[in-house]
């Protein structure tokens, strides 16, 4: 089973369980705090270092997050720490994330810039992307000095590239196209 269908298996089950007791917003907001853990060094090295026992392993995340998150949330990080499948919680946080905002209508909305874009501009494309997708947008901004101008806007699984660099690599594909077919 390819790493993605795990962790969109353990999310769902948390996410269906979460809805079932009405603890949605709780357990999202677990699945933040959890995200924001898994990505320090220190979580990292208890997650994938095979040598710490699965039991001192849950008893470590008893300790950080015991009275911080709901008691489902526990449960999940038992039952994935149980089959061996900790390094899969950051995905799962992720994915889980994902869904909670895609039940809320919200869309998050990535817009990379070669440098930063000031708020006005931001309200314009939230805007735009709401009344165009009819969502709500969770506008989030990259800055990415590589692509020298413009923009790249991702919504979802819809990608708009209209960097400068998109732009020269599609100009130096072309002459050298050319240049072969001379």
Known sequence: MNDSKISVRYSR???????DKKLLDEVSKDMVLIAEVCATPEAKELIYNPVIRPSKKSAIFHVLFDGNV??????????????????FLP???????????????????????????????KKEISDLV?????TKVDLRENIDPDIIGGFILRVDDKYIDASIRNKLRKISKELRGSITAS
């Open 13 to 19: 089950a948390l996410f269906q369980l979460a809805i």
């Open 70 to 87: 709901e008691g489902i949330t526990l449960s999940l990080i038992d039952l994935v720490i149980q089959n061996g499948r900790e390094s």
């Open 91 to 121: 995905a799962i946080a992720r994915v889980f994330i994902h869904e909670t905002m895609k039940y809320h209508g919200v869309t998050e909305t990535y817009l990379t810039t070669a440098v930063g874009v000031d708020s006005k501009v």
């Open 130 to 134: 709401a009344e165009i997708f009819s």
